[in-house]
């Protein structure tokens, strides 16, 4: 399992000050006074503009910078660069304050000076070109996890939209993702959209756009809408950011069946489970009774829904406690064809506002 490894500190000055300007030359954007910014950043505010726009920026060193967006209402998103790394989403809610949606591990290293970070909402994507026959795994192997931000839009009445950049380009690769990310005053999107510019080589999509939602316990907690849905038990997913109990696959799991109909409607997922869902709904819903919540789940373009569960016997509110909704290719990969372009969509909707 990969992890984001940073060295362990988080207040590093040398931030512009207020109106010191971004300077684009040739989709390089240099901020004056610090050295990371012309590698994550490219758009063509200054500082001083972007906090308008409800964007703020802060510098945690080796290289890596967080990007805030914050609206008038209340709510709040931060993601890090250049990891792409949505670390926390809180929205307003009816009551008047906000609530953390994603569950985010932060585990200190003192003996290697690091703090590693997982769950969050990430892309765990993979990219497969040049292969001669199109059902196999072959060929060359591209996972964008390097971004750049490349637009900002919006405002923090309404709604902030940035846009991540990551290319490749090559003599048997020539594509790009971008990773569009709009807060929006009751909800959270991620929107992927790859482009593949080969005039002559299909190419695979594999992977999960992976949220770890934010849960009291998983004891306490249900998926609202699949009854019906074909189901196939598999071990966890191990993208870059996830968190999986090291001791999750028992005998237990072992031993289940692999595959079935899902037969009840208000699910409940106090039980470790790791599964994969080729015919669930395009929206589905988690509730929290221990934290008195609920967030619904939107899909697009991802046929697969993947889910799990790391069990109950861990400590509330602790490292544990999340639910990890994925919209995923795993089982069967999207195949893009030369000069074409493909989408998809995972949206967090706070029916709590």
């Known amino acids: 399992m990969m992890s984001l490894v940073f ?12 109106g010191n300007p971004f300077r684009c030359l040739r989709n390089k954007t240099i901020m004056a006074a610090n050295t990371w910014a012309h590698e994550l950043i490219d758009v063509d505010y200054s500082e001083s503009e972007l906090g308008e726009r409800g964007v703020t920026f ?6 890596s910078c967080v ?12 993601l890090m660069l250049p990891s792409g790394l ?13 609530m953390e949606l994603l569950h985010t591990s932060v585990d200190s290293r003192e003996e290697l000076n690091e703090v590693v970070i997982q769950g969050g909402l990430s892309l765990s994507l993979s ?8 059902d196999a795994a072959e060929g060359v192997l591209w996972s964008p996890n390097e971004w750049t931000l490349h637009q900002v839009k919006g405002t923090p009445e309404e709604s902030i939209q940035l ?6 380009e090559g003599i048997n690769v020539n594509a790009q993702v971008k990773h569009i990310i709009t807060l929006g005053q009751d909800l959270l999107t991620s929107e992927v959209t790859i482009s593949n510019s080969s005039t002559c080589s299909s190419f695979r999509l594999t992977g999960s756009v992976l949220s770890h939602l934010a849960v009291s316990t998983p004891d306490a907690t249900y998926a609202i809408g699949l009854q019906g849905s074909d189901y196939f038990i598999r071990p966890p997913f191990d993208g870059e950011f996830s968190i999986i109990p090291p001791d999750f696959v028992d005998k ?8 079935g109909e899902e037969d009840d409607n208000y699910k409940h997922l106090t039980e470790k489970l790791s599964m994969i869902y080729t015919s669930a709904p395009r929206n589905i819903t988690i509730i929290d009774r221990g934290r008195r919540n609920s967030v619904s789940l939107r899909r697009d373009g991802f046929n697969e829904l993947y889910m799990l569960s790391p069990g109950s016997e861990h400590e509330w509110y602790g490292k544990y406690s999340y639910i990890c909704v994925g919209h995923a290719a795993l089982l069967e990969p999207i195949i893009l064809d030369p000069q074409s372009q493909w989408r998809g969509r995972l949206q967090l909707f706070n029916p709590n506002y």
């Open 7 to 18: 060295p362990n500190f988080f207040s590093v000055p040398g931030l512009p000050k207020p």
């Open 58 to 63: 802060s510098e945690i060193g080796d290289g």
């Open 67 to 78: 990007v805030k967006m914050a609206l008038e209402n209340g709510s709040a998103a931060k």
């Open 86 to 98: 949505i670390t926390s989403y809180k929205p307003q809610m009816w009551h008047g304050g906000t």
């Open 127 to 134: 990219l497969s070109f040049g292969c001669d026959n199109i």
């Open 163 to 168: 846009q991540l950049i990551c290319k490749e």
């Open 252 to 259: 237990k799991i072992r031993t289940e069946p692999l595959e």
